[in-house]
């Protein structure tokens, strides 16, 4: 459909080289001052380049991402707890990190980039390499933590709807998950060396994003321990668990002033039994 319209320049590569070196072909070829980077199998709202562009106008801001839904939600019980996951991604944690300008990761299905500073960064972003081998995952949050590295900072903006495919069944999604995961305790090291240039709020996140799952692998671990040991049920670890979901979800059920965040509960399930 575009392949002749000269405003777009495709380029095809010989192979399949991966996100990675992709985006450095296509950067290195582009010529505006701003790179919008979209997923596959996204689709962007009309007014998503504006939006993101009149962020991007202040010359400090090195990133912005827009909110990321589920387009196919209602395909299955799983992609509608995705989709709210993906709400409180965005609408909690990035915005949070956005009132101090540090967004931790701008997310590969809608990111918008300072081209300037993303010629600064290529050589870095394309040598990164991953117990001695090139890095082939965690592309996005790397980037962004390039940018923060950089002096820049990173945003979020709510009102750039970008949909998004999500994974159906639970196999895919927990590959998905393993993958994010790596990628978030590795580039937690590059994080730590930024942290004292950044708000205190952002330390206190970034150890409680890491500290929190091995803190809830050890109370899973230390229940499991009773419950063989001395043939009794770890009510305070159950009740805590519970307490804790009730109380989060509660939370964003009355923010987003929708009750089906109240179904998200559910996810605790999938978190403590499967993805830990």
Known sequence: AFAGDPRFNFILLDKNVGKRKAQIVAIRRSSGDL????????????????KLALKMQDPAVGAAMGQLVASNRSDTWLTQLIDMEYWLACNEERAAQARFGAVMCCCGPCAMYRRSALLLLLDQYETQLFRGKPSDFGEDRHLTILMLKAGLRTEYVPDAIAATIVPDRLGPYLRQQLRWARSTFRDTLLALRLL????????????GQNLGPLLLAL?????????????????????????????RCSVAAFRARQLRFLGFSLHTFINVFLLL
């Open 219 to 247: 109370s899973v671990l230390a229940g499991l321990a009773q419950l063989a040991l001395t043939a009794t049920v770890p009510w305070s670890a159950v009740l805590m668990i519970a307490s804790m979901t009730i109380i």
């Open 35 to 50: 790179v919008l980077n979209v997923d596959s199998d996204t689709t962007l709202a009309s007014d998503v380049v504006t």
């Open 196 to 207: 004292p240039s950044l708000d205190r709020y952002l330390t206190l996140d970034v150890v």
